[in-house]
């Protein structure tokens, strides 16, 4: 295959990083965008030169000249567009999470068995470089026999009015945040056994986000086969800015990995500078910019990684095929369920 070409149905946040992504990767070409939105479409296809652009993803799913189609849309329509561009013969990019229901998840993976086409689960942390580094030091034995995992990411809340209803969203800060550590340690550890969650109860019960149907802070306990646990946690009640953070312990040693805050640069600045982290409320005072989001938070790994699957064939990492986005779905809804239900989730 020459040069794959990409699709992209979503033109706000989430279509624009991706489209950032896509420009720099030798081999990708974004032919078409799709938004409901005439000026968000526009606006795109003004920034990014694209030649094409539709008023519907399935107007650009029937594109003869689209190989690959990027999923950058609201949560409640993931599956829908993933089931449409299967059934019309086009690998997915997928963005978290899966689907918004198990039955919209199952319906997902009956288009996919039956598709023959790729299908990428879009789990960035996978391809985190820190993150890349500490698997390396698992796998060599540098802290001996996993006992115990965290793993988080939480901010002050979602700026897409989407998140606030559950119809749309599927949840609360656990589908929308604490999606990235459970995707992460499913593709490090396997399938959990069983889950334990807690969450606050959404609406008037939250902490801070009255306004949010769903959880503005939740958490759970993955048990897995051997004995390991996995604590993750997502939450919208915490300031200044995302706080990803990775921490693993073992029997001769341990490791932790703060993915948004760890790198090298600090500033400070009475007046503020142009922008510091994700969610950030300001800038003035001591920072610790990011020096390059895409590439910290694994993107252009995790992009370049697809294109060559679809272009020369390499083997697709684990943790990102479609099973691997049932599964961390099934995590998410079972660790819904142990909370309305206040008990232990089995997923044997």
Same mark, same amino acid.
């Given at each position: 295959m020459k040069n794959v070409r990409i699709g992209i149905i979503g033109a706000k946040f989430a279509g624009g990083f991706h489209m950032d992504v896509w420009k720099t990767i030798p081999g990708a070409e974004v032919t078409a965008v799709a938004d409901l939105e005439e000026k968000a479409r526009t606006d795109f296809q003004k920034k990014? #030169?694209?030649?094409? $652009?539709?008023? &519907?993803?399935?107007?650009?799913?029937?594109?003869?000249?689209? &190989?690959? !189609?990027?999923?950058?849309?609201?949560?409640?329509?993931?599956?829908?567009?993933?089931?449409?561009?299967?059934?019309?013969?086009?690998? @997915?990019?997928?963005?978290? *999470?899966?689907?918004?229901?198990?039955?919209?998840?199952?319906? !997902?993976?009956?288009?996919?068995?039956?598709?023959? @086409?790729?299908?990428?689960?879009?789990? &960035?942390?996978?391809?985190?470089?820190?993150?890349?580094?500490?698997?390396?030091?698992?796998?060599?034995? #540098?802290?001996?026999?996993?006992?115990?995992?965290?793993?988080?990411? @939480?901010?002050?809340?979602?700026?897409? *009015?989407?998140?606030?209803? $559950?119809?749309?969203?599927?949840?609360?800060?656990?589908i929308h945040l604490g999606v990235h550590p459970i995707g992460y340690f499913h593709h490090l550890l396997g399938m959990p056994s069983k889950v334990t969650g807690f969450c606050s109860p959404g609406s008037e019960g939250n902490f801070i986000h009255k306004d949010f149907e769903g959880e503005d802070w939740g958490m759970g306990v993955l048990h897995f086969p051997n004995g390991t646990k996995a604590l993750i946690e997502g939450n919208y009640i915490t300031s200044g800015g995302m706080d990803d953070v990775v921490e693993v312990y073992g029997s001769e040693g341990r490791i932790r990995v703060d993915i948004t805050f760890g790198g090298p640069l600090s500033v400070f600045s009475k007046k503020g500078i142009d922008y510091a982290v994700e969610k950030a409320e300001f800038t003035h005072g001591w920072t610790h910019p990011a020096v390059d989001e895409n590439d910290s938070l694994g993107y252009r790994n995790e992009l370049s990684h697809f294109l060559g699957c679809m272009k020369d064939g390499i083997e697709q990492q684990h943790g990102t095929d479609a099973q691997s986005g049932f599964n961390t779905f099934r995590i998410i809804d079972a660790l819904y369920r142990s909370h309305r239900e206040g008990k232990t989730i089995s997923l044997a």
């Open positions: 990014y #030169g694209v030649s094409k $652009i539709y008023g &519907d993803g399935e107007e650009l799913i029937r594109d003869p000249d689209i &190989d690959l !189609v990027d999923i950058c849309v609201p949560n409640f329509l993931h599956a829908k567009i993933a089931i449409a561009a299967m059934r019309g013969g086009k690998s @997915v990019i997928c963005e978290k *999470p899966f689907a918004t229901t198990m039955d919209d998840a199952d319906k !997902v993976m009956e288009a996919y068995a039956k598709s023959g @086409v790729k299908f990428f689960y879009a789990e &960035d942390w996978i391809f985190a470089p820190a993150l890349q580094r500490m698997e390396t030091i698992l796998k060599s034995g #540098g802290i001996g026999n996993l006992f115990f995992l965290k793993g988080k990411e @939480v901010h002050n809340g979602s700026h897409s *009015p989407y998140a606030k209803k $559950i119809e749309f969203c599927g949840g609360g800060s656990i």
